[in-house]
Each structure stands twice: as structure tokens, then as C-alpha cells.
């Protein structure tokens, strides 16, 4: 559908119904309504009605037009349709709810943060424009719609419609990015290729971790954090039944980012967008298994056993530890803050953040 940018509410006066174009062609070849009743079988009373804007022209009539007044049935008919839907298009605009607008207000930032685009000046716009981005004829339908994937986890102030609009948007954003079936053995034998990722130019971490995750049939993007959008991570099985990482950055520290991803994959591994994830609680069963799973992967949990036991966490010792481990250093001291062996305001252990550039 076309997209309609500062459409503004219209008297229903402007709008041109087909009787006119009959009436205007009509005149012009100094013909009455009588005549035209007569050349075409239909009751002078029906051809009024029609020209006064109170009856469609059906298909027998636009036919029946052609033989009349040599203008092509189609013609008519065009210009019916085009009438009905202009009409439609009136009337949802005029008859926007309060809800409605409170919804739009609510969404447009994550909207802006997946088109970069103006989603209208008054209320009008910005409802129809949402309806059409998201799909729905109505904006208060999202709450029927809402997956409700980790309603458990919501943290105080989590909007479900945000949510909704932002796994809805990056679940289109994706769509075509692979047609690779999903390889779970695949995914695992590119863990480590992913890992090296975090080595390269910081612009280029997105598209090359894409790059691996598509190989193996998952789909993946990250977006900036909205104001009431989920956590860090969801991994889903889309519409199209593929699965889905979709990642938001919160504050861009290293060591999150990489815990995160790998959390999300480890949810890949674990096959567990196939479970029900509504009532799905921060310390579930499940969670807990994927925090474990991406803390091994990057870490080794018998390596990093050894190195806790000789007690030294100085910043050489972490940097040669981090070394033999194929990560950075950053996230050696992100493990040893979550584990509270060293605080998380030491000046000798500052933890990396990203200049996301999108």
C-alpha cells in the first residue's frame, strides 16, 4: 500500500463519487438523464440516484455505460473502486480513537529507530502511518497480536506495544536475509568464527556475525535500545518459521554485547524457540541453562577454574589468560565483575564500550 504522509482530514464533500464523472460527460454531450435512462434500460429514478452519489455503479451499469456513451466499462468501474477506497481511507481517518492516538504516541521512537523516517505531523498521520507499518487496520488490535515472548521477565515499564512493534519491525527487516534452513550442527562449528568477530573493526561486528548466523539459517540484527523495548535479546521463531536473533544495545558494553549474543545463540542450540516462553521467568530453568552454555563458550569453565585458583587478577594476568582464551580482555573482567571477584568501579579494570555507529 502506498504510504500517505501529512494527510490531513478531508470534508467528505471533496470526495468525487463516479455519479459526477456521469453527469459532467452527460452535460457536455447535451444529454438528459431521461435519455440516458432510456439508453441504457434503467429506470430514470435509478440513473438519479447514481448521479446524486447515493448509489454505486455496478458492474451491469458500467456496462451498460459503455454501449451508451462509448466509454469502456472498465473506465467505470476504475472509477467505483477508486471511489470505495478513498471512502474507506475517509473513514478510517475520521474515526481514530484516543486509544489509538495514545498507541501511536507510544511506538513512534521505535519506529524512527528501524526507518529514520517522520511518521507525521498530526494524529491522522501518525495512526495511519502505523497501521500500515504495522500491519494492522486498527493499533489497538497489537494487544490481540503481542506473541507476549518473556512477559515474565518484563522489567517495570517494559510496553508490550513497543515490544510488539519492534519484534514485528525486525522480524520484516529479516525476512530475506537467508533462505538456509536452520543447521544446528552448522551453528556450532561457526562458534569460534563467530568469537573471532569480536577482534575485527567494530563497523564490521554486525554484518560479519549476520554473515555466520545466516550460514547456519538464522536470521539476526541489532538495533539501538528504545525506551521500553525488550532486553537485551530474544531469539523467536518467525512468522515464516525461521528462527530469529534479534538484539537491542543497552549502555554497549563489550562483554555484554558478547554474553548477550551468545545467550540468544545458546537459546538457538538449546532448540528453544520451539517452548513456550510466555511464562518463561530472569531465573527460569531454561535461562539459567543458556547463561551456563554462553559463559562456557566464552570461557572455558576448566581453564577459568584454574585461573581463579591462582588468585592473581592483576591486568597482565587477565590480558594472558583472555589471550589463551581467544577473547578480549574486557570480557574476562565483565566475568570476574558478575562473579563479584573484583568491583565493578575498579579503575584498574575499566570495561570496553562500542561507538555503535547505527
Known amino acids: 500500500m502506498e504510504k500517505r504522509k501529512n494527510q490531513e482530514l478531508i470534508s467528505p464533500d471533496l470526495l468525487i463519487h463516479p455519479g459526477e464523472t456521469i453527469l459532467e460527460v452527460i452535460n457536455d454531450r447535451g444529454i438528459t438523464q431521461k435519455e440516458l ?4 434500460g434503467f429506470s430514470e429514478k435509478h440513473i438519479s440516484t447514481v448521479i446524486n452519489g ?4 455496478s458492474a451491469d451499469l458500467a456496462k451498460k455505460l459503455e454501449y451508451a456513451l462509448d466509454i469502456p466499462a472498465s473506465f467505470w468501474r476504475n472509477l467505483q473502486t477508486n471511489y470505495d477506497l478513498e471512502l474507506v481511507v475517509f473513514n478510517e481517518l475520521h474515526n481514530i480513537s484516543q486509544k489509538e492516538v495514545d498507541i501511536a504516541k507510544e511506538v513512534k521512537e521505535v519506529i524512527k529507530v528501524f526507518t529514520n523516517e517522520s511518521i507525521g505531523k498530526n494524529n491522522s498521520d501518525k495512526v495511519y502511518y502505523l497501521r500500515q507499518r504495522l500491519g494492522v487496520s486498527n493499533l489497538e488490535s497489537i494487544k490481540n497480536l503481542n506473541p507476549a515472548i518473556y512477559r515474565a521477565q518484563f522489567e517495570k515499564g517494559t510496553s508490550e506495544n ?14 530475506n536475509q537467508t533462505e538456509n534452513p536452520l543447521d544446528i550442527e552448522k551453528l556450532k562449528n561457526n562458534i569460534n568464527k563467530i568469537k573471532d568477530v569480536m577482534f575485527d573493526e567494530n563497523g564490521l561486528h554486525v554484518e560479519k556475525i549476520k554473515e555466520l548466523l545466516n550460514d547456519a539459517g538464522v536470521l539476526f540484527t ?3 535500545h528504545v525506551k521500553g523495548a525488550p ?5 523467536v521463531k518467525t512468522k515464516r518459521n525461521q ?3 534479534a538484539m537491542t544495545i543497552r ?5 555484554i554485547f558478547w554474553f548477550s549474543l551468545f545467550h540468544e545463540i545458546a537459546h538457538v542450540l538449546n532448540e528453544d524457540f520451539n517452548k513456550d516462553q510466555s511464562k518463561w521467568e530472569s531465573n527460569s530453568p531454561l535461562e539459567n541453562k543458556a547463561n551456563k552454555l554462553a559463559q562456557d563458550i566464552l570461557i572455558n569453565p576448566d581453564n577459568y577454574k584454574l585461573f581463579l585458583e591462582k588468585g592473581d587478577f592483576s591486568r597482565k594476568a587477565i590480558d594472558r589468560f583472555a589471550s589463551s582464551e581467544g577473547v578480549l580482555s574486557t570480557i574476562v573482567i565483565g566475568r570476574l ?3 563479584e571477584l573484583i568491583p565493578w568501579n575498579s579503575l584498574d579494570h575499566r570495561r570496553d564500550k562500542y561507538k555503535w555507529s547505527h
Open 222 to 224: 541489532v538495533k539501538k
Open 54 to 57: 447515493k448509489k454505486s455503479i
Open 231 to 235: 532486553i537485551n535479546g530474544l531469539t
Open 337 to 339: 565483575m558478575n562473579d
Open 162 to 175: 513497543i515490544m510488539y512493534a519492534w519484534q514485528y519491525l525486525c522480524e520484516k527487516e529479516v525476512e
Open 251 to 255: 549502555g554497549a558494553y563489550v562483554d
Open 243 to 245: 528462527v530469529m536473533i
Open 37 to 40: 435512462a432510456i439508453r441504457t
